[in-house]
């Protein structure tokens, strides 16, 4: 093995090895990961080291059958150089988790990693949520203002009052309306003994993506302040350097939010090259990511230390750092909920959620029952399945399955999952 293909073999290794600890949940796809792993290590040249995978179905993680698929069809070396950096496999940015599950109320919670921060999408019920994460709350994505998505902000309200904290909440037209009739609930008369401030800047966007933003501020008990009226560009509700958080303006007898939050690009610092290197892990690495993701050039200098503080800092070139990251395409996650089933929907479905690595889509009544959820504006199974298919997602997740359906998850999601992994229907399209 030459000293080239060792060090891909224990790139990959080391990818997999994360990817066992941090995503990978099945079983199946543990064991797979070991082989592999060993294998890498053990082969005494690329060609020795490929990886037969002797059932290539693991569950419903479609891109994983994707790569079983071709390790099967190639040897390792040609895999890795072909940069197979899948986001499963390289410690994605963002975490994200239903908080009541997949029949409970909306909410998804995205931790996001190296980062003590985290955005919510929809205020269901979010009694499961510790203060502690609550605390960590910037960003609130409210889908519509539906009881089972919107009672969640007075438990928010509660945890928050008292601290120094601004969260910046968004929401369709008449959002701004429903935070203040929330808020004037509660008499507000003893707030000089506050010492900290809390503010809710809400935004709400209509269907032409023109937004108002309005402020509240428990100091001024509430009252409204700085109206502003601006208009988003292409759906983009809220950008910074590392993601961005975009809608699409549904259908559901009132206007429903739906939302992409994506990762500008994903670096992954890899270890064993800063080893190599003589370097150290710190915060530092943070600062290289940024200047790759500014696009900086070769000569920019980056301060490297354990801790900023260090005596012994020094600089290198970004140039020359380089060799220790890998970029690839940023993630992709999508939320879509409560959409009627009909074409304006679809299209604006798959627009934004085309392309995500993972889609949470509503899924509230069965197959059987498309005619009770055109009636309610809601989504079946096999609606689901075939807009995550057709927007090119690469993993579904079902969820706000109707309590009638109490007992039946499993075949709900079996349901889903025929549609979305319909290899007929996909050829049939192409
Ligand atoms: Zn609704
Ligand atoms: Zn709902």
Known sequence: MTDGSRRVAQDWAAVCWQGRRKAFTSRAAQRWCSSLKIQAFRARSPGEAMVLVQSPRLGAITPMEAVCRRLAQHDLAQCLSARMDYTFSMRPLLHPTLVNGRSGDPALYVETLFEKRAILFDLGDISNLSPRKIQRLEHV???????DHFIGFDRLLRVLVGREK???LYGPTGFIDHVRHKLHAYRWNLIDRYVSDLVFVVTEIDASLAT???RYRLKNAFSIEAVCNGRSTEGVLYSEPTLRVSTAVLEHRTPCLGFAIEEAA??????????????PVGPWLRELKRAVIDNKPSDHLIRIGFRPTSPDIRELPLGTLRSVLTVA???????????????ANRAAIIRLAQNADLLFIEAAFAQADTALAAERAHLTTAAAGSLAREAGARRIEPFHFSPRYSGHEARMMDEVMTVFTDREAERAGS
């Not at 994903?266 to 370097?279: D, F, M, S």
């Not at 395409?329 to 074409?343: E, L, S």
Request: glycine share 4%; proline share 5%.
């Open 266 to 279: 994903h670096i992954n610092v890899w270890k064993n090259r800063l080893a190599e290197l003589g370097l």
């Open 141 to 147: 994505f409210v889908s519509h203002a539906h009881i």
């Open 212 to 214: 108002r933003t309005a």
């Open 329 to 343: 395409p940023g993630q992709k996650v999508a939320y879509v909920t409560d959409a009627a089933d009909t074409p």
């Open 166 to 168: 601004t969260i910046n």
